[in-house]
């Protein structure tokens, strides 16, 4: 009887407890988890901001699916339930209304974006008219008049969203059965009936994206460095963009041997490997970037059956640039490691350059054009030796099925690795694409840039396996571009024109790349072809062409990689120790300077889970591709690329219903009322507890 107060706090203890279990079976009821949640996250320069965040906890808004912008004066001025969280179709996703958005932020929490099944007609970029346009070559000082596109707008459906900021969440969703809850949950309960006010519940959604890094580059990274000076757990706040670039050469190279090589003559055969879209885990690229490397991919397979005493004299030195998107990330750093003797090979060392752009939309019969930079070409020697690299690419186009053309003299070159190299020297090069002037590509560095985008379609009737062999038209005439690409290399290098006409990409590995790069990576081919290590790298989706940050490969390079040694190297007969350690055999010292070894899976053998592993010698090599900003901390340069990714903790979306605000007020209010009842009580009970329940007691002060 005694210990009677003590009970009942006991009591209320106990209750607020079964009330908790309640509460999180309630909210298991309630929320609803998205579960495809592609965000858009925050980037910094050296002096700007752009992308996407929400608050610590995620942005609460009550939905309301945006029927036409002008609809959009309910969320913005007129809806009584602010504020909302905008459920966007593709067709809705414009400039227009983003930025209308933006400017009534107060009553936006949050935007979510349905991806449609098919791609949007007429046209959509979220990126700038002109790319990169303050890194490449054609600055003010090169030459005013090409500055700032000036001639040619290269992308004129860009609406440069993707270089804006936000101070909401974006979401992108499939049009599947998230999208159909919502719409679902938006008709029940957020759409009042006949133009009535709709009455609480609302259904609502909550996006969680918060950034972590804030302002511009030089200002995270001042944040790193304290972090790392001052904290036992250091917690970075982001990272700059970047990974590695791939190369190899037709003839092995000392790499351990930095700087020029007396003897050699190099042409370079470029192509970048990244991309991105509005959303960063969505960048499908097809046309932006997976066109160009794929070309040349396969022109490296078709050069690598060439006799030894057919070796052109010059090298061929093929280069996969990473972050070109970002400020040239990649080309920039390779060209500043050759200035300063951190690569293989110097300036000196290269003849010439010729890069394969984008190259995959081309309608039956029409010509590769053949870029070039005019102002270099103002020299006399550059354009003999421009000329002669067109002559090599007419040549070679009269015996593959391609036909080739110049545009206008006077245009400047499309945005290209070429021209980080033009900025370091006069330099002969040309730049293969598929238009002559603006881009043929209507979806730019967008979530659109597919296969659908390049046509590329596949009977319905084909397993996935049929599919990846399957030669659709659109690998026909990227064979045809490799082919090109492949005799004008051979030619540029010295090679002979009797032997050049028969060389030919096989069109069988254009159609396998395609499908392995824009379809599912995560196919037999391509399993034969990595380290068993990795095979949890292959994903059943198109490949992200996403830069990414620095510790991690990307996508696209950690495929290319091995493709190219695949593709340009021959199978050795070398144990798995052997092959681990870069060396033919035990006593062998010398061969890791001149080639790479990789114990890749090789094929499936019969009745077994087992593989036939097997070691592949090429001389393919990884070189880093981080901006020389960060290296020579010249954060707040304007000649090098100094994009950062902001880190974040977690990115998620789920839906529940919510009960008007004053409605939560009043809960909260008769809740704390409760509680301040039951205090109340509690101190009476137990101050007159002896009155209450009278009986013998033992004197207070006893301890129990
Ligand atoms: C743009 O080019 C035109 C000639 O094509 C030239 O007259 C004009 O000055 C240029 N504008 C700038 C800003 O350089
Ligand atoms: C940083 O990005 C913003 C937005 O795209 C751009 O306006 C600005 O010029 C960039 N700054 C530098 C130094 O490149
Ligand atoms: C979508 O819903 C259908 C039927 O409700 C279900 O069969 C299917 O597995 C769901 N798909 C996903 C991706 O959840
Ligand atoms: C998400 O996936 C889970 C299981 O895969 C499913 O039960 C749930 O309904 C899905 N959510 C939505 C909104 O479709
Ligand atoms: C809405 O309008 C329709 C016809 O105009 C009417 O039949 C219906 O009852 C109305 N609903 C409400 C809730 O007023
Ligand atoms: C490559 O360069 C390294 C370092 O200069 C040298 O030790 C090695 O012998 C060279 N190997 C070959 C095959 O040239
Ligand atoms: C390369 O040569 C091999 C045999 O020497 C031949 O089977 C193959 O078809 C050739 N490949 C190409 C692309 O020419
Ligand atoms: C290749 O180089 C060697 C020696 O430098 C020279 O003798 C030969 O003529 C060259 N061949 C061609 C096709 O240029
Ligand atoms: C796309 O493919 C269809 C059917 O294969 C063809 O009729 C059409 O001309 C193609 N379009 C382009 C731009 O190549
Ligand atoms: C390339 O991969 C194929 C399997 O797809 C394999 O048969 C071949 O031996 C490999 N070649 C090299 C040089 O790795
Ligand atoms: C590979 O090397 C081993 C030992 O050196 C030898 O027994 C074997 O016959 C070789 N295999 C091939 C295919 O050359
Ligand atoms: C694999 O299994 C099939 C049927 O089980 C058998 O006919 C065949 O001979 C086996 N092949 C090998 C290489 O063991």
Known sequence: MDLQPNKWILCLFICSFVTGICCNSMEKKIYLNLNYTVAC?????????????????????VLHVLESEENLDWVLNTGHSPPYMVILEAELFTRSILMKLKDGSRRVAGVAVIEPNTNLPGGFSPHTTCPNENSGVYTETYDPTYAHCNRTMWNPFGNGLSYEEFPFPIFSMKEDNDTRVIRQCYQDHNRGENGSIPQYPLCAMQLSSHMSAVTDTPTCMRRNRIQNDFSISPEMVCDPLGGSNIWTSTRPINNTEKGHKPSQSVVIAAARMDSRSFFFDLAPGAQSSASGLIALLAAAQALRNISDEDQPNRTILYAFFEGETFDYIGSSKMVYDMENTRFALDLDNVHSMVEVGQVGIRPQGSPIYLHSDPVSRKNDSVNTEVQSLIENLKEASSSSNTNVSEPEASQPLPPSSLQR????????????QDHSSTFTNRYYESMFDNPENLNMTYPPELTPEEQLSFVTDTAK?????????????????????????????????????????????????????IPSDFKSRLVDRPTNFYTGVHMQKSEPSFLVEYILANLTGTVVNVTQEDCKAQRENEDDKESRHLYSYMWVQGAPVANSTDTDSLCVRSSVRLSPAISPAFDLDLLSSADYSTWTESRWKKINGRIFLVASHELEMLTLGVGVGILLLSLILTYLISSKAEILFCSGREPTSATY
């Open 41 to 61: 996250v925050r980037l910094l320069n050296a002096t700007h901001q752009i992308g996407c965040q929400s608050s610590l906890s995620g942005d609460v808004g």
């Open 421 to 432: 190299f033009l900025r370091a020297r006069p330099f002969p090069g040309v730049v293969l």
């Open 477 to 529: 005439a990227l064979a045809d571009v490799a082919t090109l690409v492949a005799q004008t290399l051979f030619l540029q290098a010295g090679g002979d024109s009797a032997k050049a006409t028969s060389i030919t990409a096989d069109p069988q590995t254009v159609a396998r790349l395609l499908y392995g790069f824009l379809v599912k990576s995560n196919n037999s081919w391509f399993e034969q072809m």
